[in-house]
């Protein structure tokens, strides 16, 4: 098994969780109230508020640092229990 690459798999996550951030932002815009998330937004997002175009910026950028935080946190641990079972971690017998 090969390790992962934490450049690829930081800016992966990162880019994914801010596209995933704007596909919510124009979801929420699109239905009404009682469907949208924007409550959960706020709370994990703590400089964004609903509705004001200026944060919605401030909002891509955290979950972009969220998903950037993501990849450099879990791919080192990753690698360093690759490593500790290489040899018993194959899955083809």
């Known amino acids: 098994m090969k390790p992962l ?20 932002v124009i979801y929420g815009l ?34 972009f640092l969220y998903g950037a935080y993501a990849g450099l946190v879990y791919v080192p641990i990753y690698n360093f229990f690759l490593k500790k079972c290489e040899p018993r971690c194959t899955l083809t017998q």
């Open 5 to 24: 690459n934490l450049y690829v798999v930081t800016w992966s996550l990162a880019i994914f969780c801010a596209f995933s951030f704007t596909i919510c």
């Open 30 to 63: 699109l239905t009404p109230h009682s469907l949208h998330m924007h409550d959960f937004l706020e709370m994990v997002l703590p400089a964004y508020k609903w509705g004001s175009f200026p944060l919605f910026f401030v909002g891509l950028v955290e979950s």
